[in-house]
């Protein structure tokens, strides 16, 4: 389903990923762990071309990532859910979910609606649908987030460090509705710090440091024994 | 006191104070609409990655700020013509010099509110827009530009109230604005209080006025305020989203 080989990022001077190459089956869900600016959200970004990368080759869903033509195509198979949320303050919760698929699927407005009330209905939100994001909390905003993500039909779902914002006690109404779809056979690709969800949820994990992919193991062997002495030392800081 | 009321009411209500205003007010509705007009497309790409056409349009905008208004209106009236045989004809009028010298100013000034504008929206929703997978045009059309309004506005009324202000320079160049028509009543007659209070209360009721409709629109911004966006939400739920 996605694909990168020796996909190679520079910010100026800053070598940010450093022929990263690694495969994701259909259905797979990876989470990818790291310290940080060990180009973990580089990397995810790069998947849906919000960051244009500079060699190696990518592909998702069979479409050549980069390739100038098929850049929205790309952006419509990946949904991505962004640490910030990034709604849209100015549009309802309903309106942000409608946005696109009007605009990029040609969707009526008949059914953009009920199909956005079926996704805010399944993660939880539809009674807020009429309210403002200024007026939600972070949770519940990330949850918006997500069905807006899902209004595209992706084909992969990208969660670039989704609970890192929030508030501890609305970390788990968010990782719940991420588990619900992984369960429901999403590929999802998850930059996350929760190691719990990881242990849960992921088939493998991925471990970045610097750039590079230093480590990629079924959670229960990432935690039980890390290979790599970074790997050991990020765990050992990161577990109290 | 040496106050006559009544040339004070029969001029406010003439026909020459009339047309002066409506010609204020025209010029500088006509000369800022162009101006943003000519600023938006700007200020986008100014907003956007470095490019070659980035430093032609921050060239543009250096040297219609450094040219006083003065010598811009001057300049289009008198010299334009001398270079250009086209605007010695009859449909080159006062009117339309000013338009253009006017429009030119004040779309520099008006690139740089609105690329200030553009830059206040938040990066991630340029980046939730493309995610999404929508095209450049949408983004900006239905998330950048919404929310940039909101910070450019109040600076927007600002340049629209001096540039009201600023067409009575368009005297200068024989434009028969409010300006021109009270200086020519006051040479008449030496009545200047008089005149003067007519021309005053024209510009106090177009700016007032401005004013009452900036305070509409920005009824539409009540989204960025948690309590406001709540009674809007309220609102438009009783209505029936």
Redesign the interface.
């Known amino acids: 389903m996605i694909s990168l080989k020796n996909v190679n990022k520079n910010y100026g001077a800053f070598h940010a990923l450093k022929d990263v190459s690694l495969d994701i089956a259909q259905g797979e869900k990876v989470v990818i762990c790291g310290p940080s600016g060990s180009g973990k959200s580089t990397l995810i970004r790069c998947v849906n071309h919000l960051e244009p990368h500079d060699s190696g080759e990518i592909r998702l869903d069979g479409l050549e990532v980069g390739a100038a033509k098929d850049v929205l195509k790309v952006r419509r198979t990946a949904g991505m859910v962004f640490q910030n949320f990034n709604l849209f303050p100015h549009l309802t919760v309903l309106e942000n979910c409608i946005l696109a698929p009007k605009l990029a699927s040609g969707v009526s407005d008949r059914e953009a609606r009920k199909m956005a009330e079926e996704y805010l209905a399944r993660v939880h939100i539809l009674d807020q649908a009429w309210k403002f994001p200024i007026q939600l909390s972070g949770g519940q905003q990330q949850r918006v987030a997500i069905a807006r993500a899902l209004c595209m039909k992706p084909k992969v779902m990208l969660f670039d460090e989704p609970t890192s914002a929030l508030d501890p006690e609305m970390v788990g109404e968010v990782l719940d509705v991420m588990g619900e779809l992984a369960a429901e056979g999403m590929t999802m690709i998850c930059v996350t710090h929760e190691m719990a969800f990881a242990r849960k949820v992921a088939d493998r994990v991925v471990f970045m440091d610097a750039g590079r992919i230093i480590e990629v193991a079924p959670p229960e062997e990432f935690f039980a024994a890390p290979k790599s002495d970074r790997a050991r030392a990020f765990l050992s800081q990161i577990s109290h | 006191m040496n106050f006559d009321p009544s040339t004070y009411w029969e001029a406010l209500f003439s026909w020459p104070f009339l047309r002066g205003a409506l010609l204020t007010l025209g010029l500088t509705v006509a000369a800022h609409m162009t101006a943003i007009l000519i600023a938006l497309p700007l200020a986008v790409v100014l907003n956007g990655p470095p490019s070659a056409l980035r430093k032609l349009i921050t060239a543009y905008v250096g040297f219609f700020r450094a040219v006083p208004t003065l010598l811009q209106l001057l300049f289009v009236w008198n010299a334009l013509p001398q270079i250009f045989p086209i605007f010695r004809e009859e449909w080159f009028t006062p009117f339309l010099a000013a338009w253009i010298a006017l429009s030119l100013n004040e779309s520099a000034y008006q690139v740089e509110i609105n690329r200030s504008a553009l830059s206040a929206v ?1 990066g ?2 340029m ?2 827009g ?6 450049r045009s ?1 983004i900006y059309r ?2 950048m530009l ?2 940039a309004l ?1 910070v450019a506005l109040p600076p927007t009324m600002n340049e629209f109230i001096t540039l009201l202000k600023l067409t009575s320079l368009a005297s200068i160049i024989s434009l028969q604005e409010l300006m021109t028509v009270t200086q020519i009543n006051v040479a008449r007659t030496f009545q200047f209080s008089e005149y003067y209070a007519v021309a005053l209360t024209w510009y106090l009721v177009m700016v007032y006025s401005l004013m009452g409709l900036q305070k509409l629109v920005e009824r539409r ?1 009540r ?4 309590t406001e ?2 009674v ?2 309220e609102a ?2 009783s209505r029936g ?1």
Not at chain 2, 130 to 135: D, N, S, Y
């Open positions: 938040d991630g929703q980046a939730a493309q995610a999404i997978g929508l095209k949408h239905y998330i919404p929310q909101r911004f989204w960025s305020s948690r966006a709540a809007l939400a438009r739920r989203w």
